[in-house]
Nanobody, 121 residues
């Protein structure tokens, strides 16, 4: 599975961005897709997850109600809509593919290259 993330940028606090992650590979539909983020000097942390085949979505408490994960199966793309952004949301955002819905980094087998989100105050 190959993953390509995009959509990051510089935005003011309170603004919005939409991140995209295009997945390719024959078995991509069998994977859960997750978004993680890593701020400077901090560990990578879980943000959200979704399956390709349907079912619930999962969010970190810090983004619940502000971020929305969704997918477009026809485009093999997973999105992360970031609303009401805060300076503490500044990080490199990574998409990842794994065999189960999980908040644990090591449960994901494939990773995209990351896209930078910077929120100014």
């Amino acid at each position: 599975v190959q993953l390509q993330a995009s959509g990051g940028g510089l935005v003011q606090a309170g603004g919005s961005l939409r991140l995209s992650c295009v997945a390719s590979g024959r078995t991509v539909s069998s994977y859960y897709m997750g978004w993680f983020r890593q701020a400077p000097g901090k560990e990578r942390e879980f943000v959200a997850a979704i399956s390709w085949s349907g079912g619930p979505t999962y969010y970190a408490d810090s983004v619940k109600g502000r971020f929305t994960i969704s997918r477009d199966n026809a485009k093999s793309t997973v999105y992360l809509k970031l609303n009401s952004l805060k300076p503490e949301d500044t990080a490199v955002y990574f998409c990842a593919a794994g065999k189960k819905a999980s908040t644990v980094i090591t449960d994901y087998d494939y990773w995209g290259q990351g896209t930078q989100v910077t929120v100014s105050s």
